[in-house]
Nanobody
């Protein structure tokens, strides 16, 4: 069982930055790919960014490329999402998720992720 706890959400003006963190329990975090997803009101959950177990490969949604950066610290069992140049359309609940299949590529489908955090609200005002 893996528990994921997100933090770092909040209210920010357009053009600002936030850094989300996701702390994982357990001793096998370094074997998991990790992903960030988001869900806005009335919309489906969508992939934002992902990173493989080693941190050596990442993937991003087109809507956040060049603005968001995913990273991980396996010694701290933590994955991060640095969000810069935020836009009002980035407003959503952000979730981190763990993909426990040992892969060397990032998957973008929510159904492939086995564990989810409770989410953290990000609100970007115009």
């Amino acid at each position: 069982q893996v528990q994921l706890v997100e933090s770092g959400g909040g209210l920010v003006q357009a053009g600002g930055s936030l850094r989300l963190s996701c702390a994982a329990s357990g001793h096998t975090f370094s074997r998991y790919a990790m992903g960030w997803f988001r869900q806005a009101p009335g919309k489906e959950r969508e992939f934002v960014a992902g990173i493989i177990f080693s941190g050596g490969r990442t993937a991003y949604a087109d809507s956040v490329k060049g603005r968001f950066t995913i990273s991980r610290d396996n010694a701290k069992n933590t994955v991060y999402l640095q969000m810069d140049s935020l836009k009002p359309e980035d407003t959503a609940v952000y979730y981190c998720a763990a993909d426990t299949a040992f892969r060397t590529t990032v998957v973008e489908f929510a159904r492939e992720y086995d564990y989810w955090g409770q989410g953290t609200q990000v609100t970007v005002s115009s």
